[in-house]
C-alpha cells in the first residue's frame, strides 16, 4: 500500500479540456514532485515543491500547471494539451528535496490525449 | 550522451539464473546511487541503495565503482516475481540532490 496517492488512475482528455490531476502523501514529507514516463524515455522530473515553495520547474510547457497548496497535496493542472503529452504522470515525495531522501512514487495517471 | 546510461535490455533468462546489470554515468558530481524496481504499469520503488563498498541484500548484490562511474545489480537464483524494469537512479551533487533516471532495463524470467 503506498503513501502516496494519485487520482484519477486513468483520464482520457481532449486537447481543448482542462483537467487536473491531484496527489496526496500520507508520510509527512515536505517535499513533492511531478514526474513524466513516455513508452521507452527515461522518467522526466517536471517540478519540484519544498516546504510548498516550486525549486524546480524543468522546462515544462506552460500548458502544464502545478498546484501546490500545502505540503501533502499538489496537483498538476492540464490545459490544451497535445497527443505527444500522453503518458504515465507520476507524482512522488520525500523527506525533503535533497540528498539522503529516499522517494516515494505514487502508483501514477495514466494519461490519455485524444 | 545520456547523463545515466543501462543495458538496452530486454533480459530473457530462466528461473535459477544468475544476472547482471550495468549502468554508467556521466556526471561526476552524482553523489548517491539507488537501483528501482518498476512492474508493468506499476510506479518506481526503491529497490536497494548502492554504497562504495558494494551492498547485499538477499539474492540482490549493488556493486559501485566511482573510478569508472559505474554501478552494477547482481541477481542471484532468478524468481519468476524478479521480472520488471530495473532503473538506475543517481542524485546530482551540484543540484541539490536532483535524481536522475535511466531508461531501465527490462528482466524477464522465464519457468
Known amino acids: 500500500e503506498t503513501g502516496v496517492t494519485q487520482t484519477p488512475r486513468h483520464l482520457v482528455m481532449g486537447m481543448t479540456n482542462k483537467k487536473s490531476l491531484k496527489c496526496e502523501q500520507h508520510l509527512g514529507h515536505n517535499a513533492m514532485y511531478w514526474y513524466k514516463q513516455s513508452a521507452k524515455k527515461p522518467l522526466e522530473l517536471m517540478f519540484v515543491y519544498n516546504f510548498k515553495e516550486q525549486t524546480e520547474n524543468n522546462s515544462v510547457p506552460s500548458r502544464f500547471s502545478p498546484e501546490c497548496p500545502n505540503s501533502s497535496h499538489l496537483f498538476l493542472h492540464l490545459h490544451t494539451l497535445q497527443p505527444e503529452d500522453s503518458a504515465l504522470y507520476l507524482c512522488?515525495?520525500?523527506?525533503?528535496?535533497?540528498?539522503?531522501?529516499?522517494?516515494?512514487f505514487g502508483e501514477g495517471s495514466w494519461l490519455t490525449v485524444v | 550522451r545520456k547523463e545515466v546510461e543501462q543495458d538496452p535490455g530486454p533480459f530473457n533468462v530462466p528461473e535459477g539464473a544468475t544476472v547482471a546489470f550495468n549502468c554508467t554515468y556521466s556526471n561526476s558530481a552524482s553523489q548517491s546511487f539507488f537501483w528501482y524496481r518498476q512492474d508493468c504499469r506499476k510506479e518506481p520503488k526503491l529497490l536497494m541503495s548502492?554504497?562504495?563498498s558494494g551492498n547485499e541484500d538477499g539474492r540482490f548484490t549493488a556493486q559501485l565503482n566511482r573510478a569508472s562511474q559505474y554501478i552494477s545489480l547482481l541477481i542471484r537464483d532468478s524468481k519468476l516475481s524478479d521480472s520488471a524494469t530495473y532503473l538506475c537512479?543517481?542524485?546530482?551533487?551540484?543540484?541539490?540532490?536532483?535524481?536522475?533516471f535511466g531508461q531501465g532495463t527490462e528482466l524477464s524470467v522465464k519457468p
Open positions: 537512479v543517481v542524485t546530482r551533487g551540484d543540484q541539490g540532490g536532483k535524481l536522475i
Open positions: 548502492v554504497y562504495s
Open positions: 512522488a515525495s520525500s523527506q525533503t528535496q535533497g540528498f539522503g531522501n529516499t522517494i516515494y
